[in-house]
T-cell receptor
Framework: EAGVVQSPRYKIIEKKQPVAFWCNPI?????LYWYLQNLGQGPELLIR????????DSQLPKDRFSAERLKGVDSTLKIQPAELGDSAVYLC???????????FGPGTRLTVT | KNEVEQSPQNLTAQEGEFITINCSYS?????LHWLQQHPGGGIVSLFM???GKKKHGRLIATINIQEKHSSLHITASHPRDSAVYIC????????FGTGTSLTVIP
């Protein structure tokens, strides 16, 4: 069974540029999470989807971040414009249902210069 | 205020030692998760538990719901166990600890 797929794995952009991350969860998993992880810290939730509905986006900086999960499968996370402080690893995870074991993707390491 | 606290933050052990990592939480939960993250690597789920004890190979996880505390034990530690171990709890949302960085020296 394929795991959670994320792309790109690495991205370097200049500040004020837009960037997008893509996630393909495990087939059949209803719940999808986007996390941000800074070095030496645990993951911080950005947004959680139940199927195609964003049920928890309270931590998503909506002035510059947006996300979508069309058809309740793949998801994209966008930042526009990026700031220096956005440099981090962006993780996608999926689980069969909320609260169950999560399966994490390899993450996208974003560097904003 | 952190809803999940882990201790120690850093741990160095000699190969073969018995290791314990602790996790305390302050919110009501339905499940607690232990995760492993190798340097530069992705996060892997080790355990999900809501009561009692679970064992996978050399890893043992216990939880005491009344005391809001969980421990992760590693028996006969090995250098390949070197990683960051993260405790996460689920109540109405996920809360993550900041992790315990374990280094096992040969």
């Amino acid at each position: 069974e394929a795991g959670v797929v994320q792309s790109p794995r690495y991205k370097i952009i200049e500040k004020k540029q837009p960037v997008a991350f893509w996630c393909n969860p495990i087939s059949g998993h209803n719940t999808l999470y986007w996390y941000l992880q800074n070095l030496g810290q645990g993951p911080e939730l950005l947004i959680r989807y139940e199927n195609e509905e964003a049920v928890d986006d309270s931590q998503l900086p909506k002035d510059r971040f947006s996300a979508e999960r069309l058809k309740g499968v793949d998801s994209t996370l966008k930042i526009q414009p990026a700031e220096l402080g956005d440099s981090a690893v962006y993780l996608c995870a999926s689980s069969p249902y909320v609260g169950y074991e999560q399966y994490f993707g390899p993450g996208t390491r974003l560097t904003v210069t | 205020k952190n809803e999940v606290e882990q201790s120690p933050q850093n741990l160095t052990a000699q190969e073969g030692e018995f290791i314990t990592i602790n996790c305390s939480y302050s919110v009501g939960i339905s499940a607690l998760h232990w995760l492993q993250q190798h340097p530069g690597g992705g996060i892997v789920s080790l355990f999900m538990l809501s009561s009692g004890k679970k064992k996978h190979g050399r890893l043992i996880a216990t939880i005491n719901i009344q005391e809001k505390h969980s421990s992760l034990h590693i028996t006969a530690s090995h250098p390949r166990d070197s990683a960051v171990y993260i405790c996460a709890v689920y109540g109405n949302q996920f809360y993550f600890g900041t992790g315990t960085s374990l280094t096992v020296i040969p």
